[in-house]
């Protein structure tokens, strides 16, 4: 019994040691020299960050469409225009439609405009009448809109942005015709594009910005 309780202590007295050492041999750390003090700082997080500065920028601008935009109203004209004409404000495609979103002299008369060579070349009096023959669409388009947004024809949900991209494409009557007989009506333009396809391509963006206007026109700035 004495051999063991011997043997334990040395042990214990060993272990003792070995940690003295190992603390001892330590050196201490002097954290006074060490300072951020004088040094330029870079970080990979803007400090503009939590802020829609750049997104307000994008919402701003003409550029073409971009996934950022989302469903906002500004994404649903920038897709259809990419559609149209790839977002070119200075473009006349081979049946003579003219500018960023693609329009008839007919539909331009309507809206005020006579002289197409200063529409083709006034990005901003474009922007003007997409909104207004947009505004004008939606007041003739009113009851259809109210009626219809909602269910579904030949398998696509109808939805307000929908309808109106599809009166742009087709003209507010077509739409009508297509809407009531409930797809059997079909239209399809020169190069073979449909209403449906138009429906469904454009189909829950947000237009709440436009209102219905019955004499919506584009003047010249």
């Known amino acids: 019994m004495k051999k063991n309780i011997a043997s334990y202590l040395t042990l214990v007295l060993t272990i003792c040691i070995l940690l003295y050492t190992s603390f001892s041999s330590n050196k201490t750390i002097d954290s006074s020299k060490y300072s951020t003090a004088g ?4 970080y990979t997080v803007s400090q503009d960050a939590g802020t829609n500065t750049s997104d307000l920028a994008l919402l701003n601008s003409n550029k073409p469409y971009s996934p950022y ?5 500004v994404g649903f004209k920038e897709a259809l225009a990419f559609k149209e004409s790839r977002g070119d404000y200075f473009t006349v495609n081979s049946l ?4 960023k979103y693609q329009f008839g002299r007919g539909t331009l008369k309507l809206l005020g405009i006579y002289d197409t ?8 009096l474009q922007e003007k009448a997409f909104i207004a023959n947009a505004e004008r669409n939606k007041w003739i388009l009113r009851r259809d809109i109210k009626r219809f947004v909602g269910k579904k024809i030949n398998g696509t949900i109808i939805t307000e942005s929908g309808i109106l991209a599809a009166a742009h494409l087709a003209g507010p009557g077509s739409v009508k015709h297509y809407l009531r007989s409930y797809g059997e009506d079909t239209f399809a333009d020169a190069y073979g594009t449909t209403i449906q396809y138009y429906m469904k391509k454009f189909a829950g963006y947000d237009t709440s910005f436009l209102k219905p206007n019955k004499k919506a026109k584009a003047t010249s700035v």
């Open 39 to 42: 040094l330029v700082l870079n």
């Open 69 to 73: 935009l989302g469903k906002s109203f």
């Open 96 to 99: 003579g439609y003219l500018g």
């Open 117 to 124: 060579e200063e529409f083709l070349n006034n990005p901003e």
